[in-house]
């Protein structure tokens, strides 16, 4: 479970950011939730409670190994749901394919980038819970992306690393066709 999770704030915005940020997310983020969402709720969960209905008939449910691993991964999945819906609720789907300043850095925006040592660095800026960085997508509130956010090809911009601060040179924008 993700401290996002946990958190019973419901006005808590993506982490660093003020209360009330709203959640960007690409549609196929957003697509990727329902997908969970309708997952969990149509078959997962109907699955789990027919497992503990089965295991509960079964008399003792202090040693009924079934029947407490049912009961505890129906917690975990109506908690995933009570995030999934609560998420699903304050997101902005953000189509990158229809962003018209093509020349700037904005959200869904994939970028080349180069770093002071000249290796090139490419990116995609997506939603928090589509963030995956083994597969090039950051998201929009990491330091890299919030100090590429509006800038340009040619363009330096300083951002603070856990080694020091480095300057990036964006070398390249793209954005999905529309």
């Not at 008939?57 to 995030?83: C, P, T």
């Not at 490419?122 to 997508?137: H, K, L, N, P, Q």
Request: aromatic share 6%; no cysteine; glycine share 8%.
């Amino acid at each position: 479970m993700s401290r996002a999770e946990d958190d019973d704030d419901e006005e808590a915005g993506p982490p660093g950011l003020p209360s009330g940020t709203p959640f960007y997310m690409t549609p196929a983020g957003h697509a990727a939730l329902l997908a969970e969402l309708r997952r969990l709720w149509s078959e997962e969960r109907p699955k789990v409670v027919e497992l503990v209905a089965w295991a509960a008939g079964l008399g003792d449910r202090s040693e009924n190994a079934d029947y407490q691993y049912g009961k505890r991964r129906l917690r975990e999945i109506d908690r995933r749901v009570r995030f999934l819906r609560k998420r699903l609720e304050r997101v902005q789907v953000v189509d990158p394919a229809r962003q018209t300043r093509r020349h700037a850095i904005f959200f869904g925006a994939t970028v080349t980038y180069a770093r002071e040592d000249d290796r090139e660095v490419t990116v995609t800026i997506v939603g928090v819970d589509e963030a995956d960085s083994g597969a090039g997508r950051i998201s929009w509130v990491s330091p890299v992306a919030r100090a590429l956010l509006g800038a340009g090809v040619g363009d330096l911009v300083r951002v603070r690393m856990p080694q020091g601060t480095e300057s990036l040179e964006v070398v390249a924008i793209r954005y999905p066709a529309a």
